[in-house]
């Protein structure tokens, strides 16, 4: 027996039905749906999600999906995980014109002319195909050139891979590139590079005799000082007191009051 809200799709995987919608959000109406999280159900089937067109934030990562036709009426569409599905195609994305973020890691894209169908998208400024962390890639990503690919087919972007290829920050990145283009070993023949020399004169990193040292003495023997005057105070103090109590004890009680 299958779980309330749930059917059989393709390839033996789950089926998104208004009642696992319903279930999941507490909305009553699919319209009303705004943000839907369904990682990981083995999805095989988006079913009724079409349904769904006030939908801004979507996460269908970790299923079993193979297409996304539903997905081509949510024109309110803002962020987007597909990643680690079955996907060889994006083609009914290019109708979400809001899309602004689209993860799209681990999949079957083999090649960037499948990219094209997001061209016409005006919003879309971050995409993911790769995902180092999480181990996810696609087909295309094999290419060492794939990066600049992909931004030749869609100049609007403004992330790839979470790294910044336009605006504040993106020649950071060119630069962590430059670097490690430069360090990697080349196997061409070539001049040899010269040996590094350091930076400062020898003796320079070494560490000079501490001064707090005396200044740590010179404070113990105040501390020190100043204790024992305290404790002379007090001797001072209990003879006295004791001379009083001395003094009251013999001159005995009083048996009469002169007035």
């Known amino acids: 027996m299958e779980p309330p809200g749930e059917k059989p799709g393709e390839a033996g995987g789950l089926q998104i039905t208004p009642q696992l919608l319903k279930l999941r959000t507490?909305?009553?109406?699919?319209?009303?749906i705004?943000?839907?999280?369904l990682r990981g159900l083995g999805l095989a089937d988006l079913g009724c999600l079409g349904e769904c067109l006030g939908l801004e934030w979507l996460d269908l990562s970790g299923n079993a999906l193979t297409h996304l036709g539903p997905l081509a009426s949510l024109r309110q569409l803002a962020v987007l995980n597909v990643s680690n599905n079955q996907l060889t195609g994006l083609e009914p994305?290019?109708?979400c014109e809001n899309l602004q973020s689209l993860n799209a890691s681990g999949n079957?894209?083999?090649t960037p002319g499948q990219l094209q169908c997001l061209a016409g998208l005006p919003c879309l400024e971050y995409l993911r195909l790769r995902d180092p962390l999480a181990r996810l890639s696609n087909p295309l990503c094999a290419s060492p050139s794939y990066r600049a690919a992909v931004r030749e087919l869609l100049p609007g972007l403004k992330v790839i891979d979470g790294e910044r290829v336009i605006g504040r920050g993106s020649e950071f990145y060119q630069l962590c590139?430059?670097?490690d283009s430069s360090l990697r070993p080349s196997s061409?023949?070539?001049p040899r590079a010269t040996e590094a020399q350091p930076w400062v004169e020898p003796g320079y990193w070494e560490s000079w005799p501490s001064r707090s040292s005396s200044i740590l003495e010179e404070a113990c023997r105040q501390f020190q000082d100043t204790l024992q005057e305290c404790w002379d105070l007090e001797r001072q103090a209990s003879d006295s007191l004791a001379q009083a109590e001395q003094a009251l004890s013999s001159a005995g009680p009083t048996s009469s009051f002169v007035f």
């Open 26 to 32: 507490g909305e009553f109406s699919l319209e009303s």
């Open 188 to 190: 061409s023949p070539g």
């Open 93 to 95: 994305l290019a109708t």
């Open 177 to 179: 590139r430059d670097l």
């Open 108 to 110: 079957l894209l083999a």
């Open 34 to 37: 705004l943000l839907l999280k």
